[in-house]
């Protein structure tokens, strides 16, 4: 098994090194179509497919241009585009998540997109997405999905034991986590140790990991403590599953939830077509979907994740200009409704929500709450410091170190990875 996987791997990684080359080296023939190559991220059974069309009817509609479509694993992508722009060898064409757009473009390894067909249609864009595909005032990244995260709930559930409403507090989910206990037995609501989902405690305290304007890291600071504290305190009492810090916890709580065996989680969008398949969601209209419980400070916030397409800046002029003309067709709005339709996933631009996309329950819930979404800091190690918050929250959950100890271990290695920041 662990032969058959390495020599996968291998296959793998000889066929990026093979299609990862923008530029001359794409293959084109004199007076030939351009080939362009497209290292998309998405995952490669439940979204893949629609993109691979949409290639397809790109490709029939500009006959000029090619496109070598390469799907590449979420998990590895960052690190071997990193690589392969290092070398002068990437693809002209990424699916970057919204954490690595900064990073790349300080490295000057993506195109500065302002003015340039790519961006014929910014002010379609929700106006946070086209600020998180930014660094330093120029524009890298055109939105292509985005998501957030929102409290999802099981509506038979919630109506069994007598609620009418998703709770708008912490301490509301609490209470009713012990009530849908003692009605129907049914744990109420499962957190998650990860640094990600716990984001949104931090955002309902006015906190996060850091102020980059004041360049200080305040994952230890007094509002920092108190939203990590709310956030310990869910894995503890009725109707509240304790905490799972297993490596296959994300699994165990997905399944718990879409077979009706807990009441509530926090998710995101992505997992809109897996809800669907679970027992307890075969009639989507009892997916219940509501912005992530508010703080002490009366205000809800949650994560802006999301993906953009990027171009890379080492490409020749000709692959620049084809990557670009592609990007417009792929982000347009006939093309995200496309791809909302077939992947349940949320589009970027307001025009591309038309009745038949919000007739999908998951996409209009989750539309709905993207108002709470926080646009992530244009600092491009902003999305590495959740590394070391996902070392210290399982230890601080399961009850191996206490809160002050973890968030100090955090704020230490922080120090490290954003060097010129104080405390």
């Given at each position: 098994?662990r032969r058959?996987?390495?020599?996968?791997?291998?296959?793998?990684?000889?066929?990026?090194?093979?299609?990862?080359?923008?530029?001359?080296?794409?293959?084109?023939?004199?007076?030939?179509?351009?080939?362009?190559?497209?290292?998309?991220?998405?995952?490669?059974?439940?979204?893949?497919?629609?993109?691979?069309?949409?290639?397809?009817?790109?490709?029939?509609?500009?006959?000029?241009?090619?496109?070598?479509?390469?799907?590449?694993?979420?998990?590895?992508?960052?690190?071997?585009?990193?690589?392969?722009?290092?070398?002068?060898?990437?693809?002209?064409?990424?699916?970057?998540?919204?954490?690595?757009?900064?990073?790349?473009?300080?490295?000057?390894?993506?195109l500065?997109?302002?003015?340039?067909?790519?961006?014929?249609?910014?002010?379609?864009?929700?106006?946070?997405?086209?600020?998180?595909?930014?660094?330093?005032?120029?524009?890298?990244?055109?939105?292509?999905?985005?998501?957030?995260?929102?409290?999802?709930?099981?509506?038979?559930?919630?109506?069994?034991?007598?609620?009418?409403?998703?709770?708008?507090?912490?301490?509301?989910?609490?209470?009713?986590?012990?009530?849908?206990?003692?009605?129907?037995?049914?744990d109420?609501?499962?957190?998650?140790?990860?640094?990600?989902?716990?984001?949104?405690?931090?955002?309902?305290?006015?906190?996060?990991?850091?102020?980059?304007?004041?360049?200080?890291?305040?994952?230890?600071?007094?509002?920092?403590?108190?939203?990590?504290?709310?956030?310990?305190?869910?894995?503890d009492?009725?109707?509240?599953?304790?905490?799972?810090?297993?490596?296959?916890?994300?699994?165990?709580?997905?399944?718990?939830?879409?077979?009706?065996?807990?009441?509530?989680?926090?998710?995101?969008?992505?997992?809109?077509?897996?809800?669907?398949?679970?027992?307890?969601?075969?009639?989507?209209?009892?997916?219940?979907?509501?912005?992530?419980?508010?703080?002490?400070?009366?205000?809800?916030?949650?994560?802006t994740?999301?993906?953009?397409?990027s171009?890379?800046?080492?490409?020749?002029?000709?692959?620049?200009?084809?990557?670009?003309?592609?990007?417009?067709?792929?982000?347009?709005?006939?093309?995200?409704?496309?791809?909302?339709?077939?992947?349940?996933?949320?589009?970027?631009?307001d025009?591309?929500y038309?009745?038949?996309?919000?007739?999908?329950?998951?996409?209009?819930?989750?539309?709905a709450?993207?108002?709470?979404?926080?646009?992530?800091?244009?600092?491009?190690?902003?999305?590495?410091?959740?590394?070391?918050?996902?070392?210290?929250?399982?230890?601080?959950?399961?009850?191996?170190?206490?809160?002050?100890?973890?968030?100090?271990?955090?704020?230490?290695?922080?120090?490290k990875?954003?060097?010129?920041?104080?405390?």
């Amino acid at each position: 098994m662990r032969r058959g996987i390495a020599a996968s791997a291998l296959v793998a990684s000889l066929a990026l090194a093979a299609t990862a080359c923008g530029g001359s080296d794409s293959g084109d023939s004199a007076g030939g179509p351009v080939t362009i190559t497209w290292w998309d991220t998405s995952n490669a059974t439940n979204e893949a497919p629609t993109y691979q069309a949409l290639v397809k009817e790109f490709e029939a509609a500009n006959k000029d241009i090619k496109v070598k479509y390469v799907n590449v694993p979420f998990d590895q992508a960052q690190n071997k585009f990193d690589t392969a722009a290092g070398s002068k060898g990437a693809p002209d064409v990424l699916r970057s998540e919204v954490g690595w757009t900064p990073a790349f473009a300080k490295k000057g390894f993506f195109l500065p997109l302002d003015g340039t067909e790519a961006l014929a249609d910014q002010a379609k864009f929700k106006p946070n997405l086209i600020q998180q595909a930014q660094y330093e005032g120029k524009t890298y990244g055109v939105p292509i999905v985005t998501d957030t995260l929102a409290l999802v709930y099981n509506k038979q559930l919630f109506a069994k034991a007598g609620l009418t409403a998703a709770p708008k507090t912490w301490d509301e989910l609490k209470t009713a986590a012990a009530t849908v206990k003692d009605k129907t037995g049914v744990d109420g609501y499962w957190g998650s140790t990860q640094a990600y989902y716990a984001q949104s405690f931090l955002h309902g305290e006015g906190a996060d990991t850091v102020d980059v304007e004041a360049k200080k890291i305040t994952v230890n600071s007094p509002a920092a403590k108190k939203a990590y504290g709310t956030w310990l305190g869910l894995f503890d009492g009725k109707g509240l599953h304790k905490a799972d810090t297993t490596a296959d916890a994300y699994a165990h709580i997905q399944d718990a939830f879409v077979n009706g065996k807990v009441a509530a989680i926090v998710q995101g969008p992505w997992e809109i077509t897996n809800f669907y398949k679970g027992s307890a969601f075969k009639d989507k209209a009892n997916l219940g979907i509501a912005t992530v419980p508010a703080g002490s400070t009366g205000k809800a916030g949650a994560p802006t994740g999301g993906h953009n397409l990027s171009v890379y800046a080492g490409s020749d002029a000709a692959h620049q200009k084809a990557a670009l003309k592609f990007l417009n067709f792929m982000t347009s709005a006939k093309s995200q409704a496309t791809v909302a339709q077939k992947n349940s996933t949320l589009p970027t631009r307001d025009d591309a929500y038309t009745d038949q996309v919000k007739a999908d329950p998951g996409i209009a819930g989750y539309g709905a709450v993207l108002s709470a979404a926080r646009p992530r800091p244009a600092l491009p190690e902003y999305s590495s410091l959740w590394g070391p918050l996902d070392s210290e929250l399982p230890k601080i959950a399961g009850g191996k170190e206490s809160l002050d100890e973890g968030l100090g271990n955090a704020e230490t290695a922080i120090a490290k990875l954003v060097p010129d920041f104080g405390k």
